[in-house]
């Protein structure tokens, strides 16, 4: 690759890591897999760089990241044959606190703000991966509907459906956690 | 348009909170919810699911893991039949972080003429390095009443700030950025995928036009209002960026 297309590879698709990081972390469910999915991506990404025709470089990393994923959690289908043992486990490192950074909550809302926050994400990993993937694209990463097609690979009908049924099942999920707080018990 | 039922609102709720929905269309299922409670609760329920997720926010890129991508691009790079300076240059990147960044501020060096011409580098270099860094805000919230006092003993002025979300350009935070040769308020919003920064930097005068500039990929838009000189940058499309920039001074002459 020319000095000059490495300088536009690290101006137009680097600046997209934490993306990159975040949509592996979802899709693998486990921080450590997440993090070799996304050296893979950005590599393989590096390689294909000659190929980018411009346009969106977070859409176009995302469909690498993506694709690498799968292949992954295909293989280690594949070659278990079981359940790995993360597969079942709600993902449960600390994760940044977004909201307020400045703002000192005090310490009983703040432990309640991380119990929701776990949760939460504890609700979307347990969705169905086509639902997980296109939910995250939009809530996180504020992909437009177009933009999801182009990283998922469907019709933008697709996406529109999956999105409502992701939602919907988040709704259940969540209603049922606030209930019974029974989570723990089931399988 | 026809009036919608309730079966075909229902159906149009997901893209419409989305801002996914062609304006008549928009327009239809407005109308409808102002008068159907039952539909208009169906929407209540379906923001709040949806704001509990976006209250637990996403992973964060772990620390160092930007360095570990870097070097092994730079690895595999030098291990190409490449001149050695080259090789060189891929070591210096694997051992400072930053190099990535100082190629493309390097670059910009040389598009640098005169002193517009510089502060249009600063404010693209200042973007590019907020989005590298991962931590492109300082304080995180769409609340402009936080903002503005943040500010207070950062920036020696209080920029304004303004959410601009119902128009598609959610405000998400702000962060103090280095502007050469001073401290400056940076104002953080998205646009779908991409990130906008708004530079607000004291002085300018009043009543020229906005003028467009694009410097390695990225659109830089910028005017100058009561007493301030506004740079917004993005990767965004231009007339999308300019229509922000619209947005933005009919805000602050409000």
Not at chain 2, 152 to 176: I, N, Q, W
Request: net charge neutral.
């Amino acid at each position: 690759m020319t000095d000059r297309r490495s300088s536009e590879f690290e101006v137009l698709i680097l600046p997209h890591l934490a993306a990159a990081y975040s949509l592996a972390r979802w899709l693998m469910r486990h921080p450590q897999d997440a993090e070799d999915a996304v050296q893979d991506s950005m590599l393989r990404a590096y390689k294909a760089f000659g190929s980018f025709a411009g346009g969106d470089g977070a859409a176009w990393l995302l469909a690498i990241v993506r694709n690498t994923c799968l292949t992954r959690l295909e293989r280690r289908r594949s070659e278990n044959n079981v359940v790995v043992l993360h597969d079942l486990l709600p993902p449960i490192e600390p994760a940044r606190h977004s909201p307020l950074v400045s703002l000192p909550l005090a310490q009983d809302q703040a432990m309640i703000a991380e119990e929701e926050r776990k949760r939460v994400h504890a609700a979307i990993a347990a969705l169905p991966l086509q639902f997980r993937e296109v939910l995250v694209l939009r809530e996180f990463h504020d992909l437009a509907y177009r933009e999801i097609a182009e990283v998922v690979g469907t019709p933008v009908g697709t996406v529109m459906s999956r999105l409502a049924r992701a939602r919907e099942r988040m709704k259940i999920l969540l209603t049922e956690g606030a209930a019974g707080d029974e989570r723990g018990n089931r399988t | 348009m026809t009036r919608m039922d309730c079966a075909e609102v229902l159906d149009l709720l997901h893209p419409y909170i989305d801002d996914e929905l062609p304006p008549e269309e928009r327009h239809a299922v407005g109308l409808h919810l102002g008068s159907c409670p039952a539909c208009a609760k169906a929407l209540a329920e379906l923001e709040e699911v949806r704001q509990q997720i976006r209250r637990a926010g996403t992973f964060a890129l772990p620390a160092g893991l930007g360095e570990r991508v870097r070097s092994r691009i730079s690895a595999s790079r030098s291990r190409g039949t490449q001149p050695p300076w080259r090789r060189m240059a891929a070591l210096a990147a694997s051992h400072a972080g930053v190099a990535v960044l100082g190629g493309a501020i390097g670059l910009l060096l040389m598009a640098r003429i005169d002193s517009g011409e510089r502060i249009v580098s600063d404010v693209v270099s200042a973007h590019v390095r907020s989005l590298i860094s991962g931590e492109p805000t300082q304080v995180a919230t769409a609340d402009p009443h936080v903002i503005r006092p943040w500010f207070g003993g950062k920036v020696p002025y209080a920029p304004p700030a303004k959410d601009l979300a119902s128009e598609g350009f959610p405000l998400v935070g702000a962060r103090v950025d280095y502007v050469p040769p001073q401290a400056v308020a940076a104002i953080v919003y998205t646009r779908h995928l991409h990130r906008i920064t708004l530079f607000v930097l004291p002085g300018g005068r009043e009543g020229l036009g906005t003028s467009w500039v694009s410097r390695q990929g990225y659109n830089v838009v910028s005017w100058r209002d009561a007493g301030f000189s506004y740079y917004a940058v993005s990767d965004l499309n231009r007339s999308e960026l300019e229509a922000f920039a619209k947005l933005v001074r009919s805000a602050s002459t409000q």
